[in-house]
């Protein structure tokens, strides 16, 4: 079974500075797909970025990065020049088209705080 | 841009009554799914439903569950009788394809049970 990993129950940064949220997974899978989604405290759930398996090259989506380590099933994300309004719980995700499945597999979160 | 939303953002009931959480996903998806997440825990998958039928499903979606499209645009979760730990935040999300597709996320509705 496919599970996901996220570290940092909390984490807070000044504004316009960068953080990085840590996220590891575990698959047996080559081919899969790995996302950040956002809550703020409305908790809603919002795509921030997504990154395909197969794609060596790094998702960035304006603020947004991350850095995929697929050897080592690491997918952190990267918010660069901190806005309060990026304050939010961010859950990290899997999902694997293998066998059938369309699930997402959720991480605990991070809630992070960006202060003025 | 267009939006999943659902309807009602809020529903108390009474352990045991039968509830109904209602969702619009976008018009051009043709898959549809319910997550929830009981307060302070992590979003967890309960249903897949493609052309009018239930594709997968979790350990947690059980005979009191059920999951329906009875028009060209809702898609609904019923809970039979509802137990306190039903108590939770519920999203329906939809995607245009099944695997690779991204899901997009309604707002959710809070459901406490009593």
């Known amino acids: 079974a496919q599970t996901v990993t996220q570290s940092q129950p909390e984490m807070s940064v000044q504004e316009a500075e960068t953080v990085t949220l840590s996220c590891t997974y575990d698959?047996?899978?080559?081919?899969?797909?790995l996302f950040w989604y956002k809550q703020p405290p409305s908790r809603q759930m919002i795509l921030v970025i997504r990154?395909?398996?197969?794609?060596?090259q790094n998702a960035t989506e304006n603020r947004f990065s991350v850095n995929f380590q697929k050897a080592a099933k690491s997918f952190s994300l990267k918010i660069s020049d901190s806005q309060l309004g990026d304050t939010a719980m961010y859950f990290c995700?899997?999902?694997?088209?293998?066998?059938?499945?369309?699930?997402?597999?959720f991480g605990k979160g991070t809630k992070l705080t960006v202060n003025p | 841009e267009p939006e999943v939303t659902q309807t009602p953002s809020h529903q108390v009931t009474q352990m045991g009554q039968e509830v109904i959480l209602r969702c619009v996903p976008i018009?051009?998806?043709?898959?549809f799914y319910w997550y929830r997440q009981i307060l302070g825990q992590k979003v967890e998958f309960l249903v897949s439903?493609?052309?009018?039928?239930?594709?997968?499903k979790s350990e947690i979606f059980d005979d009191q569950f059920s999951v329906e499209r009875p028009d060209g645009s809702n898609f609904t979760l019923k809970i039979r009788s509802t137990k306190l730990e039903d108590s939770a935040m519920y999203f329906c999300?939809?995607?245009?394809?099944?695997?690779?597709?991204?899901?997009?996320f309604g707002p959710g509705t809070r459901l406490l049970v009593l």
């Open positions: 995700a899997f999902m694997t088209p293998q066998g059938g499945s369309e699930k997402l597999v």
């Open positions: 990154q395909e398996a197969y794609k060596q």
């Open positions: 439903f493609y052309n009018n039928e239930i594709s997968e």
């Open positions: 999300a939809s995607s245009v394809d099944r695997g690779q597709e991204t899901q997009y």
């Open positions: 018009s051009n998806h043709l898959y």
């Open positions: 698959t047996s899978e080559s081919n899969y797909y």
